[in-house]
C-alpha cells in the first residue's frame, strides 16, 4: 500500500483575454473564408494565409493540451508530513502544524480532458501560525487520484481536509 504522493507544483499559462478574442475572430473568419466562399474568385495568397490563421486558430483551441504546463516545484505527502519545494526553499509541515488542506478538484489528466498532463487542481496548506500556501498541482492520472484520495481520507488528515469538486469533472473524489 502506498503511504506517499508525489508531484509537481505547476503554473498553467494564461491568455489575454484580447488575444484570445483575436485568435477566435481570425480561426472564425479563416473558417468562413475557406469553407463557405465561392471557390471561383478565391485569392492564392489570402487563402494560403486563411489557411495559416486557421492552423493557429486550431492549435491554440485544440492543441493546449499537449502543452505541459511550467513546473516551478515539488509537492509531496508522506508518513503524515507536507513537504514541499519551491523556488529553491523546503518547507515541511508536520500534522500538528498544519491547521486545514483544502482541494479544489477538477479531474485527473487524460486524452479526453482538457489536458493530458492534468487539470487545473488547487491545494491549499494553512497552518496553525496563519501562514497559507495555494499550489496548482497536477493529478497525471487515476492511480495518482486515488493515491492523494487515500492518503488525504487517512486517519492523520480527515479531520483537517476539506474538499471542493466542480461540476465539470468527470470521475469523484471522494471525501469519507
Do not use: C
Request: no cysteine; proline share 1%; glycine share 6%.
Amino acid at each position: 500500500m502506498n503511504t506517499e504522493f508525489r508531484t509537481e507544483i505547476v503554473k498553467t499559462k494564461k491568455y489575454r483575454k484580447v488575444f484570445s478574442i483575436f485568435i477566435v475572430l481570425l480561426y472564425v473568419l479563416a473558417t468562413v473564408y475557406l469553407f463557405l466562399i465561392d471557390k471561383e474568385r478565391v485569392n492564392i495568397y489570402l487563402k494560403y494565409a486563411a489557411f495559416l490563421a486557421y492552423l493557429i486558430g486550431a492549435f491554440y483551441l485544440f492543441g493546449q493540451s499537449f502543452i505541459k504546463p511550467k513546473t516551478i516545484g515539488i509537492f509531496k505527502i508522506s508518513n503524515g508530513v507536507i513537504h514541499i519545494q519551491k523556488d529553491g526553499l523546503t518547507k515541511n509541515i508536520t500534522l500538528n502544524q498544519l491547521e486545514k488542506i483544502y482541494l479544489k478538484y477538477t479531474d485527473y489528466g487524460s486524452w479526453s480532458t482538457h489536458s493530458i498532463f492534468g487539470n487545473k487542481n488547487y491545494i491549499e496548506i494553512t497552518e496553525t501560525s496563519g501562514e497559507k500556501y495555494n499550489f496548482e498541482i497536477l493529478i497525471r492520472n487515476r492511480t495518482s487520484k486515488n493515491d492523494l484520495e487515500r492518503i488525504l481520507n487517512g486517519v492523520e488528515f480527515q479531520e483537517k481536509f476539506a474538499l471542493r469538486q466542480l461540476k465539470n469533472s468527470r470521475t469523484e473524489f471522494i471525501k469519507t
